[in-house]
């Protein structure tokens, strides 16, 4: 049995952890699956990079409306695919490469397996090359990521069918594609999809799709969405089955009655669960909570001394910033253990790459209400900047909530061309304790850019400062 002093158990963000600082502690990194994680291989890279190319590919159907007639001849799938994954295999696999075999990972021992931990600091390593390791350590890091969550539908298993892992390597585009769920990742990939000219139905079991963004933001995306795919709401999936032709029948019940959908691929997307079920845990006293999170404090720590933890295996955001924040934060931690940093998960941001953007940060009008706190809104229309005007963006808009006492800004949600990009001052302000109003007057905002979407939103809000007027 081999003893570490530190072991990181999944190679997304923990593979930022050690560096040339930890030169002299004696490490593993355990990884059952691709180096670099979900957000290099299956999630945030790959998929932008094929929403760009669908919102290159969409640009023919608005492009009359500015007097320019263009006219999509076609989608070259295979070339966009390898365009894409050509970049990013070999990332990965120099990632692994460095760890196994660069002269700066003396100290470090890869392991290509499955960890399963057998007691507190114990781990068996069950190798892709059918080796088993025993090995211990005084530290962990758990950053073994999350996978996509495959509900129960009868005739699921025998049809077959994608998840967000393989849906990106398809050999050809299907005519039409089939889409459960109703969350970013379906409204990703039903842009993306349709975009390339692929017919999209999606099925949802709620009421809205994006139905956890400001309902504002919710029933805006969802009325756009319904005039670009097949969108079937409030339909529960109860059956899946192979047509003789191969194509895929699709069974639901809504409270109106019953559909069947054909389609010719389906993609399972209703959220991600944490991987802590594979680490079985229970051997190490770490708590983990009924939705399978690893139970950690604001040092990051789980409830075993020396057992940290970071990213979808612990936080309920899932996002790549997320865990990159938190990776900095164990990577202090683990070097300064008498000095050590908490977390800030105040104002995490999200965006949501569709058509049309969306980003939010902070809290929803809903959420506010909920928990009893005073607020104001302040709202702008895309339409009403010179920017939008000249895009003729007619759906888009910003809302800001704020204190209307301090002026503090409590929430952002926007939904419109870029928004992941228009949303970054209002999260500084945020960040940084800058009050609406001074954002708004005591600096220049460009003229047309569309951050005056921000001043404006920012001007509109009803702000109850005697001192400012």
Sequence with gaps: MTHYDLVIIGTGSGNTIVNRRFADWKVAIVERGTFGGTCLNVGCIPTKMFVHTADLAATPSISSRYGVDEELIGVRWPEVRDRIFDRIDPIAASGSEYRHHHADNANVTVYDGTGRFTGTKELTVDGKDGQTSAITADRYVLSAGSRPIIPFIPGLEETGYHTSNTIMRLEKLPRRLGIIGSG???????HIFSSYGVDVTLIARSELLLRHEDADIAQRFTELARGKYDVRLDHETIGVARNDDGSILIRTLYPDGADKIEVDELLI???????????????????????????????????????????????????????????????HNLLHPTDRIKADHRFVPHAVFSSPQIASVGLTEEEARERGIDYVVGRENYGDIAYGWAMEDTSGFAKILADPKTGQIIGCHIIGPQASSVIQPVIQAMSFGLDAYAMARNQYWIHPAMSELIENALLHLDLKLDAKG
Aim: charged share 25%.
């Design 184 to 190: 970013f990742v379906a409204a990703e990939f039903a």
């Design 269 to 331: 997307a209703v959220g991600r669960t944490p991987n802590s079920d594979v680490l079985d845990l229970d051997a190490t006293g770490v708590e983990v909570d009924r939705e399978g999170r690893v139970v950690v404090d604001a040092y990051q720590e789980t409830t075993v001394d020396g057992i940290y933890a970071l990213g979808d295996v612990t936080t309920p955001h899932q996002l790549k910033h997320v865990a990159n924040h938190e990776a900095r934060v164990v990577k």
